[in-house]
């Protein structure tokens, strides 16, 4: 182990927090795992990594059921669902060092903006997108099935100065790259985020209203009229904003797509787990502020309604 490296911590050892902390720990990075349900089966038998690209990656894993019991960590990545952000402070105080770097690896709009104020004036909130195909299969089993580049931008926090926080987000990007995964260091993280919107807003939600993985949706003809009609009203919605994406980049998405393996998205994982969705960062938040811009998506607002339907009814009874 690198000593002289930061120490890292990953709250939410999911299969986000699982990929990127077990690519760190092979690197030799000091990398401490918060777990709960899976406490037990990785601190007996480490995590398991079987990657189409990386190949099969098992190895034991620094694990804690309590962030209290963590040391201080100079970065944390945080990879649990946006859902869950209003329990995210407290874990974050217990396990933060002073100066911590906080990345968030989260889809959607406006999840720095509700965790801001919970935190300590002295740490950093960065923001990160994760373009991966990415699943957990069992507890301390994580399946990677392509891609893994992650786009970052600095949010908040002690560094005012451009060039300086700038230098915060390229010090993470180098994190992951000297992990063997690509990163980029972005200037403006909600255009960033916008961006990834493209993506996430027909995957993720088509998945779950027609319960279709991306290679059948790319399949029909009327599938990936709809997939491209989103992308366009997400663009749309984000020029409306202030961000104009790059010329063609929905266009590069669809493509992408057309050639990665068969995938699942997470949000369809989610409900097929009875876990709550992630509508507000991704559909309710982006809608907000192109109705604030004077913007109106209807297919975007017609596919987030369609969800929330299906999430209220599919939540398990209490």
């Known amino acids: 182990m690198n000593t002289s490296s930061p120490r890292i911590g990953i709250l939410g050892t999911g299969a986000i ?8 720990a092979r690197a030799g990075f000091d990398v401490h795992f918060l777990l709960r349900s899976e406490f037990a089966a990785v601190s007996a038998h480490g995590m398991r990594v079987e990657s189409a690209v990386h190949g099969v990656i098992q190895m034991p894993l620094q694990a804690y059921a309590d962030a209290a019991d963590m040391p201080a960590c100079d970065w ?11 329990e995210l402070a ?9 100066d911590c770097k906080v990345v968030l690896l989260q889809n959607g709009l ?41 786009h970052l931008g600095y949010h908040s926090g002690p560094q005012v100065n451009a060039a300086e926080r700038q230098g915060v987000v390229e010090a993470c990007a180098e994190l992951f ?5 690509e990163a980029q260091a972005m200037a403006n993280l909600a255009q960033a985020r916008w961006q990834k919107l493209v993506w996430n807003v027909p995957y993720n939600g088509l998945s779950v209203l027609l319960r279709a993985s991306t290679s059948a949706l790319m399949a029909d003809e009327q ?9 366009a009203e997400v663009v749309q919605g984000a020029h409306s904003c202030g961000h104009a994406l790059p010329e063609g980049y929905a266009e590069h998405l669809f493509a992408m797509t057309e050639q990665m393996p068969d995938y699942w998205p997470s949000m369809y994982h989610d409900f097929s787990h009875q876990r709550p969705l992630e509508l507000a960062a991704i559909y309710a938040e982006p809608l907000r502020q192109a109705r604030a ?3 109106s ?22």
């Open 17 to 24: 927090g699982g990929f990127y902390g077990v690519m760190l």
């Open 293 to 295: 811009a004077g913007c």
């Open 90 to 98: 407290p874990l974050i105080a217990k396990a933060a060092a002073s």
């Open 177 to 181: 790259r000297a992990a063997g995964i």
């Open 223 to 231: 599938g990936r009229e709809l997939i491209r009609a989103l992308m």
């Open 110 to 150: 406006a999840v720095e903006e509700s965790l801001r104020p919970l935190l300590p004036g002295d740490l950093h909130l960065l923001g990160g997108l994760c373009f991966v195909c990415a699943n957990r299969e069992a507890p301390g089993v994580v399946r990677h099935q392509a891609f893994g580049a992650v």
């Open 297 to 318: 998506l209807p297919r975007i607002e017609s596919l987030y309604q369609a969800l929330a339907f299906i999430d209220r009814h599919n939540l398990p009874a209490h």
């Open 76 to 86: 944390l990545l945080v990879g649990a669902k946006a859902t869950s952000n209003a």
